[in-house]
């Protein structure tokens, strides 16, 4: 499975819509998720850049993440597909990495169409 988030972390950089240093790709496998670690470039995933979870139990890595950041975000994604957030940028959603890659694609492009409006009014 990390050959599929592999593949997307590729693509969300080949495409412009992250910076291959910033953001995360998870993938859920029945009761764990398969998740990048901080840090990777996204462009450059291999086996070693992806950790397994199990989403019922407490991680170690759970202090590095941000509890309220996770409470809103899963709020917003229980009514939506995307979000976008405050310094933290979009999540996405999908039953498939193909089906959140969309929505992330979708997401990024309305926000730079959004942005250069917001620069013409000027």
């Known amino acids: 499975m990390w050959q599929d988030i592999a593949e997307f972390g590729k693509k969300l950089v080949d495409n412009g819509l992250v910076e291959s240093q910033f953001g995360n790709i998870s ?32 991680s170690g890595l759970d202090s590095i993440a941000s509890s309220e950041l996770a409470e809103y975000t899963a709020q917003a994604l229980s009514a939506h597909k995307g979000a976008v957030v405050f310094r933290h940028g979009t999540f996405a959603i999908g039953k498939t990495l193909e089906e959140a890659y969309f929505v992330t694609a979708l997401m990024e492009q309305s926000c730079k169409m959004k942005y250069y409006l917001d620069l013409a009014k000027r």
Not at 33 to 44: E, N, Q, R
């Open 27 to 58: 993938i859920r496998n029945g009761d764990k998720i398969l998740i990048t670690k901080s840090g990777v470039h996204l462009d450059k995933i291999n086996k070693d850049s992806v950790v397994e979870v199990e989403i019922d139990k407490p």
